[in-house]
């Protein structure tokens, strides 16, 4: 069974970046796709980016295209979220997924999920 556990959120200001990593026990971590999704104060948990199993394909939300990006290192079993340029309405709970699908997009999509990490963007 695969395990997340994401890291590095915090308090960034506006135009700052963060980095978050999202690591995973478990022997199998290369058959699945990860994926980022957040969940701001009063809103539903919403996709952000993922990336496929092989890293080839990755996606991303329109609100965020052009300054996150989404990798992984399957040595580390380690998926990372650099974010970039941030903005206030970038503040949430940041959760990593594993799923089976090739390109997962919904929560229900996701198989297994972090704990969340948060990220606070101040103006």
């Known amino acids: 069974q695969v395990q997340p556990a994401e890291s590095g959120g915090g308090l960034v200001q506006a135009w700052g970046s963060l980095r978050l990593s999202c690591a995973a026990s478990?022997?199998?971590?290369?058959?699945?796709?990860m994926v980022w999704f957040r969940q701001g104060p009063g809103k539903e948990r919403e996709f952000v980016a993922t990336i496929s199993p092989s890293g080839s394909r990755v996606d991303y939300a329109d609100s965020v295209k052009g300054r996150f990006t989404i990798s992984r290192d399957d040595v580390k079993n380690t998926v990372y979220l650099q974010m970039n340029s941030l903005k206030p309405e970038d503040t949430a709970v940041y959760y990593c997924g594993y799923s089976r699908l090739y390109i997962p997009e919904r929560p229900d999509q996701v198989d297994y999920w972090g704990q969340g990490t948060q990220v606070t963007v101040s103006s």
């Open positions: 478990g022997r199998t971590f290369r058959i699945y796709a």
